[in-house]
């Protein structure tokens, strides 16, 4: 997402999806130059096997687990409305049908935004607060919803599973859980992980950068080190990846926190970050973005109101 072609998709993507994508307010700067283009029509999703029944589904949005069995299919998040079909067809090459269960890991449109699609035919799973919020959005259609909520987590059995999904309260949003296939090793960790990025956190929507980083730091303690990780956005990733995106995160927050509270301009602390951290901002959260929700982060806990 580095170059001005893919901010410019990033841009039409938030337009298209309007309202169900107030979290993106603001996330890309730049104006579209073809208003007219459609951002979906040359999408591809690629497949990749990760093991035993899961797959790694990247497309336009949030990145996807899918579990692939006996029992059916089973999917977790599924991007925007107008990824449903070609990620349906990306299902079938994998020997799926229309999935019986979607385990949304959180609210946002990128992950949520295929839910009436997909809900029409299975049934979605997801933490009480992704119901609620998905509720407030403007004639949000029913078969979108949630029908089966959870506070602290739920266990599901599907294809010789052992799927654990666990809530991580006040994170990247209010409403974020994990999926962890414990036969497979995998572990899809929702947007709680942005694989050599700067995160995205939601304050308006209940996340938390603290938060973020001590859901991560207790979720670290029971990992294997094999463990295989699905992020929300960015390649497939090992622990070496989250362990190595934590300590850019936390490093950097404390460098701008501590700045913002000596006074020093907000651009400035963008620039350095930028200088030292260029392949972390090359995302759709750049070091300004990174540095403003640093801002907002503080200003929500009442910490400083630096401009």
Not at 176 to 191: E, M, P, R, T, Y
Not at 200 to 206: L, P, Q
Not at 242 to 261: E, F, H, S
């Amino acid at each position: 997402m580095a170059n001005r072609t893919t901010t410019v998709k990033f841009c039409l993507l938030v337009a298209t999806l309007g309202s169900s994508l107030t979290w993106a307010q603001g996330l890309a700067e730049e104006p579209a130059e073809d208003p007219a283009e459609d951002p979906f029509a040359a999408a591809e999703v690629k497949t990749t096997h990760v093991s035993g029944s899961v797959h790694f589904l990247e497309g336009v949005g949030g990145n996807l687990a899918v579990s692939v069995g006996p029992d059916g299919t089973l999917i977790v998040d599924d991007q925007f409305a107008q990824m449903a079909p070609k990620l349906m067809a990306a299902i079938d090459t994998l020997g799926g049908e229309q999935p019986k269960i979607i385990l949304n890991t959180h609210w946002h449109g990128d992950h949520t935004g295929a839910n009436p699609n997909f809900g029409s035919h299975g049934t979605i799973i997801a933490h009480h607060n992704v119901r609620i919020r998905l509720l407030a959005q403007p004639n949000y259609p029913r078969s979108g919803l949630p029908l089966v909520t959870y506070d602290d987590g739920i266990r599901l059995h599907f294809n010789d599973e052992d799927i654990h999904v666990q809530h991580l309260p006040k994170g990247h949003t209010d409403g974020d859980s994990v999926i962890w296939f414990k036969q497979a090793n995998v572990i899809h960790l929702g947007d709680h992980f942005f694989n050599q990025r700067f995160p995205y956190v939601d304050i308006a929507s209940g996340g938390s950068v603290d938060g973020l980083i001590n859901n991560l730091e207790g979720l670290l303690d029971t990992l294997p080190d094999d463990i295989h990780i699905i992020p929300g956005h960015g390649p497939l990733g090992t622990k070496a990846h989250l362990i190595k995106t934590l300590t850019t995160v936390k490093d950097t927050a404390a460098d701008i926190r501590a700045r913002l509270g000596a006074g020093d301009n907000a651009a400035d602390i963008a620039e350095d970050i930028n200088r030292g951290f260029a392949d972390w901002a090359s995302g759709f959260v750049t070091a300004q973005r990174w540095v403003q929700i640093i801002q907002a982060d503080l200003q929500a806990a009442g910490t400083t109101d630096h401009e």
